[in-house]
């Protein structure tokens, strides 16, 4: 009659079947041994793996200006985030004001042009509320709105949008880190106005990317680290594993899924591996095999397909079952 055995405790399962086999007597040898059916157990996997952290400051640019004079008013201000359609400075007493873009302009805009910069430039005066949308051609609408936004910043009656009337801001760029003007310099074009960080610090991760959310733990310091990336940007996380990794340009750290994975679980006794790598297990001493997809699992345990939860095992078919192929 088989004995049958739950996977309730898996570890001490494994360990029993091994001290049964050890155990046995000698002169039990020629006695049949009985079969030991358990049943496919279920644990969760965190799938936990020994990671690297290395710190990696922000990049930095020198932002420079397209305007020439005196500079009789300066707004810009170390830690202030510029955006579209802040005033920078004033250039002999005339304001010179801000846009965000990828790129700068490199030619004054006017009637019957286009382009991607005359877009750029409609971006603006939209944020400015000259004009109801950027459509990349100077119509009667753009001349329109570039006369309005001249005479709103003391700059006549022009039609033409002068880009030394104008301060480029990266897109994407920080705030200004250091300012290298001051009210009475005398500038021109190319010449030194900030210097700006272009992107974050960041944290990289020396790991295999997931296709699952996990989590990075550095010393006492836990953050997420979102399906398919490798780095942290967030500059909070940044700063929590900064801390944690007190000073140091490296550091050792876990990740680990964030929520478990299911699996099944069987002894590893009960697997059986083919000439031609078929793993599989059995039900019984007469039942057919069931092949599986086989993962290293722990404590003597096989990792197995969650849906085979409950199913029957054979604990010890070497010892009890004389056709062992998994075809």
């Not at 790991?207 to 550095?218: G, I, N, Q, W």
Request: some cysteine; aromatic content about 2%.
């Amino acid at each position: 009659m088989a004995l049958a055995l739950g996977l309730a405790i898996p570890l001490a399962v494994g360990a029993g079947l091994a001290v049964v086999t050890l155990m046995r007597s000698p002169l039990d040898s020629n006695t049949p041994q009985e079969p030991i059916i358990a049943t496919v157990g279920r644990a969760e996997r965190l799938d936990t793996q020994t990671a690297t952290v290395s710190w990696v400051p922000a990049s930095t640019q020198v932002v420079r200006t397209q305007a020439t004079g005196t500079i009789t008013q300066l707004s810009l201000t170390v830690g202030a985030p510029l955006t579209s359609g802040d005033t920078v400075m004033s250039v002999d007493g005339a304001p010179v004001v801000a846009y965000v873009a990828p790129a700068p302009l490199y030619r004054d805009i006017g009637a019957g042009m286009s382009g991607d910069d005359v877009t750029t430039a409609q971006r603006l005066l939209v944020t400015e509320g000259h004009l109801s949308r950027a459509d990349g051609e100077v119509g009667q609408a753009t001349t329109r709105a570039i006369l309005e936004f001249n005479k709103a910043h003391g700059r006549g009656d022009s039609s033409t949008l002068s880009v030394s009337s104008l301060q480029w801001v990266p897109e994407g760029s920080g705030a200004p880190q250091e300012v290298h003007v001051h009210v009475g310099d005398v500038i021109g074009p190319q010449g030194d106005l900030y210097t700006t960080a272009t992107s974050g610090d960041q944290i990289v991760v020396t790991t295999t990317a997931a296709d699952t959310d996990r989590t990075l733990t550095v010393g006492g310091a836990k953050v997420p680290l979102p399906a398919t990336v490798t780095h942290i940007t967030v500059p909070t996380d940044v700063t929590a594993v900064r801390e944690a990794m007190a000073g140091e340009p490296t550091a050792t750290a876990t990740v680990a899924a964030t929520v478990a994975r299911q699996v099944g679980t069987v002894p590893a006794s009960a697997v059986v591996i083919d000439d031609d790598g078929t793993a599989c297990f059995f039900p019984g001493v007469d039942g057919n095999p069931i092949q599986i997809a086989a993962e290293q699992g722990s404590f003597g345990l096989v990792d197995v397909d969650p849906e085979l939860v409950g199913t029957p095992v054979l604990a010890d078919p070497r010892h009890t079952r004389t056709d062992l192929s998994c075809a």
